[in-house]
T-cell receptor, first 118, second 108 residues
Framework: KAGVTQTPRYLIKTRGQQVTLSCSPI?????VSWYQQTPGQGLQFLFE???????NKGNFPGRFSGRQFSNSRSEMNVSTLELGDSALYLC?????????????????FGAGSRLTVL | GQNIDQPTEMTATEGAIVQINCTYQ??????LFWYQQHAGEAPTFLSY????GLEEKGRFSSFLSRSKGYSYLLLKELQMKDSASYLC?????????FGSGTKLNVKP
């Protein structure tokens, strides 16, 4: 069973540019969530998608956006990049349920996309 | 707001037992999870508690007290490969709130 796949693994951008990151969840998983990981802040929740709908959003500015496709693949976009956006962006998938609460649904993480903004 | 606290770093000796604590204050609670993350790798699931008490999985055990907002991860018979960061996470429906992680250094 293939794991969670994130592309690209590494990328370097300059301030003001935009970036799109991709995540392919485990087959059959319908929930995809995104996290930003930095040494100082740890893992911070960005947003969660289920069946192409954003169900939850963390406390990030509107420059951070995402979407989910009908095959559950997800993308996140960061526009007008700032130096502080340099981080590891992790995608995680889980089976998910319609009602939201899904017991012991465990997050399975991808290896991440490491973004460096110069 | 959500607040999850863990010690930043701990050091222990190979073969010993170590306990990593986690305290939390969150607006909702649907379970507490522990993840292990080796440097440069993705976090991987270790254990899950939703009810008070101890859950044991081989060398790893996790304890939860919901009334105290407290959990710990117990690692027995430490091995060098256990050197990693350990992340405590509280789930509130579809959101997971993570602590900053505890970096565990295992020495020979």
């Amino acid at each position: 069973k293939a794991g969670v796949t994130q592309t690209p693994r590494y990328l370097i951008k300059t301030r003001g540019q935009q970036v799109t990151l991709s995540c392919s969840p485990i087959s059959g998983h319908r929930s995809v969530s995104w996290y930003q990981q930095t040494p100082g802040q740890g893992l911070q929740f960005l947003f969660e998608y289920f069946s192409e709908t954003q169900r939850n959003k963390g406390n990030f500015p509107g420059r951070f956006s995402g979407r989910q496709f009908s095959n559950s693949r997800s993308e996140m976009n960061v526009s007008t990049l700032e130096l502080g956006d340099s981080a590891l962006y992790l995608c995680a998938s889980s089976p998910g349920t319609e009602g939201g609460y899904s017991g012991a649904n465990v997050l399975t993480f991808g290896a991440g996309s490491r973004l460096t903004v110069l | 707001g959500q607040n999850i606290d863990q010690p930043t770093e701990m050091t222990a000796t190979e073969g010993a037992i170590v306990q990593i604590n986690c305290t939390y204050q969150t607006s909702g609670f649907n379970g507490l999870f522990w993840y292990q993350q080796h440097a440069g790798e993705a976090p991987t699931f270790l254990s899950y508690n939703v009810l008070d008490g101890l859950e044991e999985k081989g060398r790893f055990s996790s304890f939860l007290s919901r009334s105290k907002g407290y959990s710990y991860l117990l690692l027995k018979e430490l091995q060098m490969k256990d050197s990693a960061s350990y992340l405590c996470a509280v789930r509130n429906f579809n959101k997971f709130y993570f602590g900053s992680g505890t970096k565990l250094n295992v020495k020979p």
